[in-house]
């Protein structure tokens, strides 16, 4: 199985909504990643976590919260969005975090949008 | 983090050969060179990736010079369905971070 599982596949929300998304892999994959990807831009690293700790937080809002249950699962906490965190939200993993030569595995992405 | 840069789009007719050139000047010793493909509403997928010299597999090469401050990908004889954005990372050592440039986005006309 070398696929990265995301739900759901699209999202509408309000401002005052708290929705989840849910990314699930089984290949056994020890760094798991969120990234925002706006239309006709190229994706944007949000959040890595390695052995289930987090390990990266590129200066996301606090309105973004992410959480790594086990390590085959991802989640990411919305609450409070605002019309501009409109955009495809993707998770990626990879068998290690800290070496070079490593390959990501991507998910189909959840297209979220905030009404 | 090593910068990349490349083209912002190309045209090509199925049948051909495309070339893409990635520059990255300060790319690290230990830094290897992957290239993904997107296209639209899905997610980035790995299509090769190097250190030096070329790599080849089913689907694309990658020939990168000594100096290691550019690559680039061949795909040979594309098809329409090779329509997409085309990126090129450079891998960070210091604490994995999968950081993508702007990407090239290429048609593939009939």
């Known amino acids: 199985d070398t696929e990265v599982t995301q739900t759901p596949k699209h999202l509408v929300m309000g401002m005052t909504n708290k929705k989840s998304l849910k990314c699930e892999q089984h290949?056994?994959?020890?760094?798991m990643y969120w990234y925002k990807q706006k239309a006709k831009k190229p994706p944007e690293l949000m959040f890595v976590?390695?052995?289930?700790?987090?390990?990266i937080n590129e200066s996301v809002p606090s309105r973004f919260s992410p959480e790594c249950p086990n390590s085959s699962l991802l989640n990411l906490h919305l609450h409070a969005l605002q019309p501009e965190d409109s955009a495809l939200y993707l998770c990626?993993?990879?068998?290690?975090?800290?070496?070079?030569?490593?390959?990501?595995?991507f998910g189909q992405g959840t297209r979220l949008t905030v009404v | 983090l090593a910068k990349t840069t490349q083209p912002v789009s190309m045209d090509s007719y199925e049948g051909q050969e495309v070339n893409i050139t990635c520059s990255h000047n300060n790319i690290a010793t230990n830094d290897y060179i992957t290239w993904y493909q997107q296209f639209p509403s899905q997610g980035p997928r790995f299509i090769i990736q190097g250190y030096k010299t070329k790599v080849t597999n089913e689907v694309a090469s990658l020939f990168i010079p000594a100096d290691r401050k550019s690559s680039t990908l061949s795909l040979p004889r594309v098809s329409l369905s090779d329509t997409a954005v085309y990126y090129c990372?450079?891998?960070?050592?210091?604490?994995?971070?999968?950081?993508f440039g702007a990407g090239t986005r290429l048609f593939v006309k009939a």
């Open positions: 290949m056994g994959h020890r760094a």
């Open positions: 990626a993993s990879s068998q290690d975090h800290g070496a070079g030569n490593t390959e990501a595995f």
């Open positions: 976590y390695s052995y289930e700790k987090l390990s």
């Open positions: 990372l450079v891998g960070d050592t210091g604490g994995f971070k999968t950081i």
